[in-house]
């Protein structure tokens, strides 16, 4: 409870306790057992045994109360269990020590979390306005710190910073009788104004017969003498309530906006099933194919010629909206302009588009050293060493471009593969993790080079065979000083296989 006192203990409760009167209510209800027991004249054989067990009794009964505890504080007389009698003088604030006219018996909490499991531990007292703020800012802050570490800690944790923020308890029985106690100081000193002013207070947490009975004795004796207080005790009339909102205010906002950045929902698509109205994309508007071979059409008519067909993720810009909603008038990167139905179209971020769909048709793993394409065949082979840490899909393309083999190398593995036919080759190669069948690349951390040098294989006549041919080697890892290192190419023309 920390109290302030003026008596210092005169009549020795704290004392035969064990404790200071600073002592909270556990520690008041720990020392009494443990007191209780060590001088019980069963247990115990000394001769005082029997007077000082009476003498922890007695202490207990008067420091467990609250009321009577803090007019023992305040005045050093015990009060009677009945609240009959009127204090010597006002109780004082738990906190500073000053009389309040307006003493609130307050109960805050605060949350300490230990990874599995949490403990709620109270921070009560009677307490003038201006010390229940720093303590309820006090509270919070601790839970802020210490609250959130474990999953009864998550759940408690909003419940408690939001009771602390709206003024924490008030047991309305205690207060009731703190005021009333107070209101009898003040009548006992003559100052008739504030009785009436706090058992005006009082009549707010009476329920029982006795307590009104007692107020409206009070303002009978103090009718026409006073007048009320401004209520200090409304929860946003404090100085602590915005520094405790504007936390719990930006705690959603924080959440929403990570959840924002962690789903991005920016990069949704534009979902088109029966009975859904899709809104046709206005001019400038980047979209994406969202099919494999869209037919770009001459005219929005499902049986007008054909333009061009266009792979799935490619990239289109709408020229201008048509009169028919279902169509879209697009055109292409390579200049090509023509019509394609809206709900064959894509709308956001092409990359986050085409990492769901590859990850979603990813298919079974290959093997070490299959063939994922192959347009041709021959009888040459050749040895390819990855040493790299990821895996790698080697591509054998001509100079122009047309991709003849494509070979899965995994990490570390040195494989020789076969069935090429002869001819200039350039040697490309993505490397990466959880290849996607469906798209033909690496969903996750692909990358993308060419080998700085052309492959030519081709027969030898048996004339000009003095020995036996050498095994044609590459190496996708270069050594460090190695002229030939590998060139990063841009990763669209490395999937271009025509």
Not at 10 to 29: M, S, V
Not at 248 to 276: E, H, M, Q, R, Y
Request: hydrophobic letters at 45%; charged letters at 20%; proline letters at 7%.
């Amino acid at each position: 409870m920390g109290m302030s006192t003026s008596s210092q203990d005169p009549n020795g409760y704290y004392q035969a306790l064990g404790l200071t009167p600073e002592a909270g209510p556990d520690a008041i209800k720990v020392a009494y057992r443990a007191r209780v027991k060590a001088v019980h004249p069963d247990r115990n054989a000394a001769s005082d045994a029997s007077d000082e067990f009476h003498r922890v009794v007695e202490a207990y009964a008067v420091l467990r109360d609250v009321v009577r505890r803090a007019e023992y504080d305040a005045t050093g007389a015990a009060g009677s269990d009945d609240d009959s009698g009127a204090p010597a003088s006002p109780f004082l604030c738990s906190r500073c020590g000053q009389v309040t006219a307006q003493p609130r018996y307050l109960v805050l909490r605060r949350v300490k979390s230990f990874l599995v499991w949490a403990r709620i531990s109270r921070v009560e007292g009677i307490f003038c306005r201006d010390c229940a703020d720093r303590a309820a800012v006090q509270a919070s802050t601790a839970t802020w710190a210490w609250g959130w570490w474990s999953v009864p800690g998550l759940l408690l944790t909003p419940w408690v910073l939001i009771v602390n923020l709206l003024g924490g308890s008030m047991p309305r029985h205690v207060n009731a009788r703190v005021l009333i106690r107070q209101a009898r100081a003040f009548l006992n000193r003559g100052e008739l104004d504030l009785a009436y002013a706090v058992a005006r207070q009082a009549e707010g947490f009476a329920r029982v017969h006795g307590h009104r009975r007692q107020i409206a004795e009070i303002l009978k004796i103090t009718e026409g003498l006073g007048r009320r207080l401004k209520d200090r005790w409304r929860p946003w009339a404090g100085k602590a309530f915005i520094p405790q909102l504007l936390p719990l205010v930006a705690l959603p906002l924080t959440i929403a906006v990570f959840l924002a950045v962690l789903t991005k929902p920016w990069d949704g698509t534009i979902g088109a099933t029966a009975g859904i109205v899709v809104e046709p994309p206005a001019a400038g508007d980047v979209r994406h194919v969202a099919i494999d071979a869209l037919k770009l059409r001459q005219a929005p008519v499902d049986g007008a010629p054909v333009l061009t067909l266009l792979d799935r993720f490619t990239t289109v810009t709408t020229v201008a909206a048509t009169d028919d909603p279902e169509w879209a008038q697009v055109r292409t990167s390579s200049g090509v302009t023509g019509f394609v139905p809206v709900r064959s179209l894509y709308g956001g971020s092409a990359e986050a588009l085409r990492h769901d769909w590859c990850a979603e048709h990813r298919g079974v793993a290959p093997a070490a050293g299959e063939v994922l394409l192959r347009r041709a065949s021959g009888d040459h082979q050749l040895l390819i060493h990855n040493e790299g840490r990821t895996d790698a899909v080697v591509k054998l393309k001509t100079v122009a471009g047309f991709t003849v083999m494509a070979y899965y190398i995994p990490a570390t593995y040195h494989l020789a593969v076969g069935g090429i036919p002869e001819g200039g080759y350039r040697i490309e190669f993505a490397t990466g993790t959880h290849y996607s069948r469906g798209c033909g690349l690496f969903i996750d951390d692909m990358k993308t080079a060419q080998l700085p040098f052309t492959l030519t294989l081709r027969h030898l006549s048996m004339l000009k065979v003095s020995t036996l041919p050498t095994l044609p080697e590459v190496s996708l890892v270069a050594p460090p000083k190695d002229p030939r290192q590998p060139l990063p190419m841009p990763r669209e023309q490395f999937l271009v296989d025509d």
